[in-house]
């Protein structure tokens, strides 16, 4: 799964990046959870915030949208919450990295993953477009997953699907509708370089949002630190699970 990012770049630079069209407000992020607003590239290089968990269109309230911040890519194309963003309106998400929880001898390690060779990742995407009663619009998003590479697998069994800077426009093409032509962005390697180093467990309550979170921290000395204790009664449920760095 891919619940935890962080976009170290202000919005100005994710734009300019990304060679959008559109320019946003967005000031660093180093925590961000699900249902947080977060920039998306759309078709025509339209960048705009999107909050972090898709709303269908058919939705009753945007509440659906908690759990899925989410959508695998071997089932998007049939489940009814994401196929039609999946043939129509896929979307582009930059971060610096994301975090991960490993699960080791009964306890969780949480590990910030990043590009090696550039400043951002590129997250394969679907949003979408929900109004409420009263006419308001509300723009919502998702990550897309995939099982790991061999060397990713040793933290987790899932991994964002990644892009490269030359596959966003055909990834972002309206005319794209064939499945199985999509699926093939969801299933080739990684266009890039990843790295990962482990991190404090502070990553692990939302209430921590501050640039030493994705430090790597002294692995040999993680015994004798204390683990943070969070007071988890103030986060919502869904928080909670993504803190504790539950499977997808």
Not at 11 to 38: H, K, R, V
Not at 171 to 198: F, G, K, S
């Amino acid at each position: 799964m891919c619940g935890r990012f962080n976009i170290k770049t202000p919005g100005a630079e994710i734009a300019q990046s990304l060679g959008a069209q559109t320019a946003i407000e967005f000031s660093p992020n180093y925590n961000i959870p699900p249902t947080t607003p977060i920039p998306a590239l759309t078709a025509g290089r339209v960048l705009r915030l999107h909050r972090w968990g898709l709303v269908p269109a058919w939705a009753k309230d945007p509440s659906i949208g908690a759990r899925m911040f989410n959508a695998r890519s071997e089932t998007a194309a049939s489940k009814p919450s994401f196929r039609a963003a999946y043939r129509r309106r896929r979307c582009v998400v930059p971060a610096s990295g994301y975090y991960e929880w490993k699960r080791e001898n009964g306890r969780k390690t949480p590990y910030f993953i990043y590009n090696s060779e550039a400043p951002l990742l590129l997250f394969a995407g679907l949003w979408e477009r929900w109004e409420t009663p009263e006419g308001e619009e509300l723009l919502s998003a998702t990550v897309l997953t995939r099982e790991a590479t061999e060397e990713m697998a040793s933290v987790h069994h899932r991994m964002p699907v990644l892009l490269a800077p030359d596959e966003i426009d055909p990834w972002l093409a309206p005319e794209l509708q064939n499945t199985d032509e999509i699926a093939r962005y969801c299933e080739a390697e990684p266009p890039v370089t990843l790295a990962m180093h482990e991190v404090s467990s502070r990553v692990g309550s939302v209430r921590n949002n501050d640039a030493t979170l994705a430090d790597p921290v002294d692995s040999s000395r993680r015994s004798a630190a204390p683990v943070e204790q969070t007071n988890e009664s103030d986060e919502p449920p869904l928080l909670r699970m993504v803190r504790a760095g539950d499977d997808e």
